[in-house]
């Protein structure tokens, strides 16, 4: 299996659920926020026209792929991993194991939109785990640092992340030294199964950027030819 993908010009991390599992611990006995997002393919879409966010995706101190036309793309065929991202099973374990050992979450969302389905998620599927705070940006009147103090002084372990992209990669790159929680943890804009019209959206959706990857791996790959 291969460790670093390389796609589009990127390297992702490409690892096992056990793996992954094995960085997020360590993460939480270091003195440092460590950066962990979920990387879709409209992620990467999005990339191909923003510098910043390409480094900032290559940057994060853990790539958790969530669409399998990524590692299609990029040359992975691992049964194992492509198992492992259509179920989403890292998001699986890592809850699991959350609400085994007592790990605490902060919600930061863009809006009270977010926030509210983002609880109902955890409510319905992770009914467990701890949440000491939850903010929306939209409710922040002036800079950051009121919701920085706030979710500092309710020391979670980590801050659970639904701000879009490429928002999340912009308030990070200006505020990721101020936290004191271990670990950020984008969930990306498909954490939850989608029912009803909005499976349906999501299926064009998918297709649609598909779509484009494939025009943009055409292209890559005749400049490096």
Request: charged share 30%.
């Amino acid at each position: 299996m291969i460790k670093k993908l390389e796609i589009l010009g990127m390297e992702l991390d490409n690892h096992t659920v056990r793996e992954a599992m094995a960085h997020m611990e360590g993460f939480l006995s270091t003195t440092v926020m460590n950066t962990v997002e979920a990387v879709s393919m409209e992620m990467l879409v999005k990339a191909q026209a923003d510098d910043f966010l390409k480094e900032c995706i290559e940057g994060l101190d853990l790539a958790i792929i969530s669409d399998k036309e990524i590692l299609k793309a990029a040359g992975e065929t691992s049964s194992q991993r492509m198992r492992e991202t259509v179920e989403h099973a890292f998001l699986k374990e890592f809850m699991k194991r959350a609400s085994r050992n007592g790990w605490t979450f902060y919600l930061l969302g863009d809006t009270g939109g977010q926030i509210e389905a983002l609880q109902g998620f955890l409510h319905e599927d992770y009914n467990k785990i701890k949440i000491v705070g939850a903010y929306a940006l939209a409710d922040c009147t002036g800079d950051y640092d009121a919701v920085i103090n706030e979710i500092n002084i309710a020391e979670p372990d980590v801050i659970l992340s639904v701000i879009a992209t490429p928002g999340q990669e912009c308030f990070l790159k200006e505020n990721k030294e101020k936290f004191n929680a271990k670990i950020w943890y984008g969930l990306g804009a498909d954490y939850a199964a989608k029912k009803g019209v909005s499976e349906v959206a999501g299926f064009a959706k998918r297709l649609f950027h598909k779509g484009m990857m494939h025009g943009m791996l055409l292209r890559y790959n005749k400049k490096d030819e």
